[in-house]
């Protein structure tokens, strides 16, 4: 550490504190003793680890009466000076505000070790070291809670190191106490913050953070030399020492080239010189391992992709960690269902999804191929692994645990490639639930696996499980977001009666797959269809739910052959009854194939393309822009524009022709543009458009685009009769049908047209009271039959009994009719029928 003062007349005096670091568990036994502990307290790391801390840490012996409270760093509150250990000026002679000598830390780092102190503890004391002079340690004590097996930190420090650093003996600066501050009052916060975790053993990420919170928490360690002196405490290590031994080893380089002995050493220059060489490789392996995490770190996560994910985490690993790498996931992992629920079992399933070696290649291909699935007996330590959560370290795989493995594989003998090779199992976890699993070997060439290994492989998992579980749930909500748009969109007919329909939509790719456009087309009476594109302003699944209720309201609405502005008018208000504050645009069409007519209104829509046949050309239809469903209070008006066979009628949503930072206008030109380029068919057309607007890179907004090809139906496909209302015009009307269905060639449909014609006329003759019903016959796809009367009444199916005389035409016709359908016209009402005409 470096000391700064609270004064600024005081001239900084350097000094860096070696630190012994213990921690002690809920047992009271120690479960980690660093290189510093052996230093300070002689027991190696080997000896004292799973010791009672009590047998390594000389507690025993406690201050004199006079001189006691310095041993909590809390002096009582008569005392002159400062509240952290300093005594007054006549407390006892003693330099470090201790009076006499002891031996052992005092009872309050007993009270700490038993579990007895709740609170942050710290002292000073001098102990009595076999074959040395006595030795001044400072030390802390923080109590530690929270699931992991920590539950006391212990850190210590020699007091004579800051006098070997510069602070002269007797001094008064030298009066030094240990304590307790708030990080955030002291010089470098941040940067003492980030370094606490160095001084702590090697544990997971989660332990670390969590002991470093508690700590700061707690008050960070401080050395104090007055009431506003105080200095932060960071550990040194050991390259104060090394430069040592390096600057002698150039000394003694320099003597031997100029035959010169070589200089002499301190008799402990050996011993310390084998100690600080143990420490630098620790400390080499520690901080290899962590660079290996950091790398891995930032070659895993790129995308939320979960197969490019996967292959990620295996790659990230060979050859640098291990020299083979299996990865195992679950089964709702891989299909990206909802979150596995409960605990793996041997009936669960478990996918090969990826597999990196340096082997030859395809050495392991035909033996573990990616892609099978197979559960796992409970007696392999993969089984171990996903049921504890914890790696399982295999540091050779003998034979019979070989013979074990393979079993598993029928009719394939993996012996050869895992026996005596080491073997590390990591669990793939997140939010306490086994993902998968990773299988890692090492050839018998290198070391096998240890300590170290097992952990940096849980990190390495840890880390690997939280980058698979946010693309499985990407990919999940992703897979959600479009079962829900697909089914919100309706699967459009590509060929109604008399024309031709392409449809493309498109999710948006920056504001979530899920938005509120959508298009449409509904069969209408008299061989018509609706066409509708609509958009619910915003994005999500609220905007969805919207859409879904208004693209409801409009086919139900255009069933009963509302007209177009008629049918906004309603949608206006019912989404106003709705409630929602969304707003929707909508632009509602119908086209009458055999008056080759086009009837629009529009509701703040942008306007659609009328691509002409006759000469290529493209032009945006001019149509009163109305206000947006859902204002409320504004008309809505409708026009009429004539069609020609082969004319093009091209609608679509914003999302196609807004670019950010552009007028519309140039979008709307360029889709003019699009719309006219010649294309062999109407998908082609589509994907023109598309391609011409760019939407695929960047497009922040869904996209809906229908094409209708509006081809019309010929005269000499369209017959019409009027008829009275009488009786004994029913059978005139049959043999009517008949021979005009023999005239299109589809005599075969001549018994069952003219007796549904019959049952529609003789409706109609029953209830009419004009002097003519309407007869229409169309061939389109389909052959239709149209019945008109002035009567508004319309039509339902009876029950009819034995003995009733009425009731039963419609059920004929329902049974024997593909469709059939009533509407309300303006003068009374059409009911029709519908038959398929017969394959060629």
């Known amino acids: 550490m470096d000391r700064g003062t609270g004064t600024a007349s005081q001239s900084p005096v350097p000094g860096r504190v070696p630190l012994a670091v213990v921690v002690v568990d809920g047992a009271g036994l120690v479960s980690h003793w660093s290189t510093g502990a052996r230093r300070l307290f002689g027991p190696a790391r080997e000896d004292a680890v799973g010791r009672p801390a009590t047998d390594l840490l000389p507690v025993s012996g406690a201050l004199p009466d006079e001189a006691r409270g310095t041993e909590y760093g809390i002096l009582p509150d008569d005392a002159r000076g400062t509240e952290f250990g300093i005594l007054p000026d006549d407390a006892g002679g003693t330099e470090y505000g201790i009076d006499g000598a002891y031996d052992g830390l005092g009872p309050g780092l007993e009270s700490s070790l038993d579990g007895r102190a709740s609170y942050p503890a710290a002292g000073r004391a001098r102990l009595t070291a076999p074959g040395s002079e006595r030795i001044d340690v400072l030390w802390w004590a923080y109590p530690l809670v929270g699931p992991g097996p920590e539950k ?155 197969s490019r994910t996967i292959v990620e985490v295996s790659r990230a690993v060979v050859p640098r960690f291990t020299d083979v790498a299996g990865t195992y996931l679950r089964e709702q992992v891989v299909a990206g269902e909802g979150f596995p629920e409960g605990p793996p079992d041997t009936t669960t399933m478990w996918h090969r999804v990826a597999l990196e070696h340096t082997d030859e290649p395809g050495r392991w291909d035909d033996v573990v191929p990616v892609g099978e699935s197979m559960p796992f007996p409970a007696h392999t330590p993969f089984f171990q692994c996903m049921t504890s959560g914890q790696p399982v370290l295999v540091p050779r795989i003998t034979e019979e645990m070989g013979n074990a493995i393979a079993s598993q594989f029928e009719k394939r003998d993996i012996r050869p490639l895992i026996t005596d090779r080491s073997m590390l199992v990591v669990p793939l976890k997140a939010r306490n639930v086994v993902l998968g699993f990773m299988i890692l070997l090492r050839h018998r060439e290198r070391p096998v696996f240890n300590d170290m290994d097992r952990v940096t492989g849980a990190e390495l998992a840890a880390r690997a499980g939280l980058v698979l579980d946010n693309a499985r749930m990407y990919t999940h909500q992703e897979s959600v977001a479009e079962t829900l748009q697909d089914s919100m969109l309706p699967h459009i007919e590509p060929r109604m009666p008399g024309c031709d329909i392409a449809t493309r939509y498109l999710p948006g790719t920056l504001l979530g797959r899920v938005g509120g456009d959508w298009f449409d087309s509904v069969k209408l009476p008299g061989s018509r269809t609706a066409l509708v594109v609509g958009d619910v302003m915003g994005h999500g699944l609220n905007s969805a739910a919207m859409m879904g209720q208004l693209r409801t309201a409009v086919q139900t609405m255009a069933a009963l052959d509302l ?184 005599a075969a449909l001549a018994p069952t047209a003219e007796l549904l014609a019959g049952e529609l006329v003789a409706n109609a003759v029953r209830h009419a009271r004009t002097r003519t019903v309407e007869v229409r016959l169309v061939r389109s796809g389909t052959l239709v039959c149209e019945v008109e009367d002035d009567d508004q009444r319309l039509p339902t199916l009876l029950s009819a009994g034995p003995g009733d005389e009425f009731g039963r035409g419609l059920r004929v016709v329902s049974a024997l009719a593909s469709e059939w359908g009533t509407s309300r016209t303006g003068s009374g009402k059409t009911v029709w029928c519908e038959l398929a005409l017969p394959r060629r």
């Open 563 to 746: 007209p177009p502005a008629q049918l906004l008018r309603n949608l206006d208000d019912l989404a106003q009854r709705l409630g929602e504050h969304y707003l929707a645009t909508c632009l509602y069409a119908v086209y009458d194939p055999i008056a080759n007519e086009l009837e629009l209104a529009n509701a703040g829509h942008i306007p659609p393309v009328l691509v002409r046949a006759e000469d290529g050309r493209s032009e945006l239809l001019e149509l009163p822009t109305g206000a947006p469903i859902g204002v409320g209070g504004v008309p809505f008006e409708s026009v009429r524009v004539p069609m020609a066979p082969g004319d093009r009628l091209v609608m679509c949503t914003d999302g196609l022709v807004e670019v950010r930072g552009e007028d519309i206008g140039v979008g709307l030109a360029t889709l003019c543009e699009s719309a006219a380029h010649p294309a062999a068919s109407m998908d082609a057309a589509c994907d023109t458009i598309i391609r011409s607007l760019n939407t695929a890179g960047g497009r922040k907004d869904d996209v809906a685009l229908l094409m209708a090809r509006l081809n019309g139906i010929a005269p000499e496909d369209v017959a019409r009769w009027s008829v009275a209302p009488e009786p004994a015009e029913v059978p005139r009307v049959r043999a009517l049908v008949r021979d005009q269905l023999t005239r299109w060639g589809l």
């Open 152 to 306: 006391l930190l212990v850190l210590a420090a020699d007091a004579g190191s800051l006098r070997a650093e510069g602070v002269p003996e007797g001094d008064p600066q030298e009066r030094i106490a240990p304590g307790f501050a708030l990080h955030t009052d002291l010089p470098g916060a941040d940067e003492l913050a980030r370094g606490l975790p160095a001084i702590l053993p090697s544990m997971s990420v989660g332990e670390s953070a969590r002991i470093v919170s508690q700590v700061l928490e707690l008050g960070y360690p401080v050395l104090e030399f007055s009431r506003h002196d105080r200095v932060p405490v960071t550990a040194d290590w050991g390259v104060p020492r090394r430069a040592e031994r390096k600057a002698r080893r150039e000394e003694a380089a320099r003597a031997a080239a100029a035959g010169l002995p070589a200089p002499r050493r301190a008799p402990d220059d050996a011993d310390g010189d084998a100690d600080d060489d143990a420490a630098d490789l620790e400390h080499a392996a520690v901080r290899e391992h962590l660079e290996f995490l950091n790398e891995v770190s930032g070659r895993i996560g790129s995308s939320l992709d979960l």
